[in-house]
């Protein structure tokens, strides 16, 4: 249980709530996915397919925000190529992320971990007891720091990955 064939099945044959009246089966917007690192809950919408990348699934028409399968997502937004796209770009993320923190970090000077990345700087160093990071882009005329301090060097990288990710991410 879990290929979008599986689900592709469960859609076709109107399993959960395709089949429950006053749940739409279409005008869904995606407001959010999310790599849970394993398949572990249910489709809200087939109800049956365990999943593992949840799509989030919001309906002006109705209350609840529905967390499902990548299938299940586009056939609610009417844009199954939409969906398994988005799907897609969170998994090669993910992996990503993953091998960040196994990159081969330098050491500065100062004795601070650092590393050049998608055309940034990015240093890490200990602050107050934690730790913080500082991204710069190559000309250094731009330059962010985290406002939190994290309680690892590790979460410290983490932020830093996710924050460069969004600074990529095409604008929708
Ligand atoms: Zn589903």
Redo the contacts with the bound molecule.
């Keep these: 249980m879990g290929t979008h064939e599986d689900?592709e099945k469960?859609?076709a044959s109107g399993?959960?709530k395709w089949s429950v009246a006053g749940v739409p089966h279409k005008g869904w917007q995606c407001v959010d996915i999310e790599d849970l690192g394993e398949p572990q809950v249910q489709?809200?919408?087939?109800?049956?397919?365990t999943?593992r990348y949840v799509h989030y699934m919001e309906h002006p028409k109705y209350e609840e925000v529905l967390e499902?399968?990548?299938?299940?997502?586009g056939n609610m937004e009417g844009d199954l190529v939409a969906a398994k796209h988005r799907e897609t770009t969170m998994k090669s993320t993910s992996s990503k992320r993953k091998r960040w923190l196994t990159r081969k970090w330098k050491v500065s000077a100062k004795g601070n971990p650092w590393l050049r990345a998608d055309g940034y700087r990015i240093t890490v160093y200990e602050r107050a007891g934690g730790w913080a990071a500082t991204v710069s882009d190559d000309e250094k005329d731009k330059v962010f720091h985290s406002r939190r301090n994290y309680k690892t060097e590790e979460l410290a990288k983490l932020w830093v990955f996710d924050y460069i990710t969004k600074l990529l991410a095409p604008k929708a």
Excluded at 43 to 49: D, G, R, Y
Excluded at 68 to 73: F, I
């Design positions: 689900e469960l859609v399993r959960g489709c809200e919408m087939c109800e049956s397919q999943i499902v399968g990548c299938v299940c997502a």
